[in-house]
């Protein structure tokens, strides 16, 4: 069972990049998947979030409107689409999956989600 995050990157003050995740061991489908970040010397934050049942997301404030979450479950991978990234958007990007039915308290729980990819590192230079 296993997560595999790619697409990190280097990128300008308000450019796009995508990353990616893919699962590889099991299903997608049964699953809510959520992105989460960490900058050096803070704590592990929620990002975004994209709900198993109907496709719900959740989005914290700092990326909404900028940020997108999708899932392909017919490629069992799940993306995530940054714009206009800020200097404040660098840190390494976690793809997890959970069996859970988030809602607003609790998606952005780092232990609610049971595995977790490996990481892939986003730096926005100004």
């Known amino acids: 069972v296993q997560l595999q995050a790619s697409g990190g990157g280097l990128v300008q003050t308000g450019g796009s990049l995508s990353v990616s995740c893919e699962a590889f061991g099991f299903s997608l489908d049964y699953y809510t998947i959520a992105w989460f970040r960490q900058a050096p010397g803070k704590e592990r934050e929620g990002v975004s979030c994209?709900?198993?049942?109907?496709?719900?997301?959740y989005s914290s404030k700092s990326v909404k409107g900028r940020f997108t979450i999708s899932r392909d479950n017919a490629k069992n991978m799940v993306y995530l689409h940054m714009s206009r990234l800020e200097p404040e958007d660098t840190a390494v990007y976690y793809c997890?999956?959970?069996?859970?039915?988030?809602?607003?308290?609790?998606?952005?729980?780092?232990?609610?989600?049971?595995?977790w990819g490996q990481g892939t590192q986003v730096t926005v230079s100004s």
């Open positions: 997890a999956a959970g069996v859970i039915r988030p809602i607003l308290s609790t998606w952005a729980r780092p232990g609610a989600y049971q595995h």
């Open positions: 994209i709900r198993r049942e109907d496709g719900y997301v």
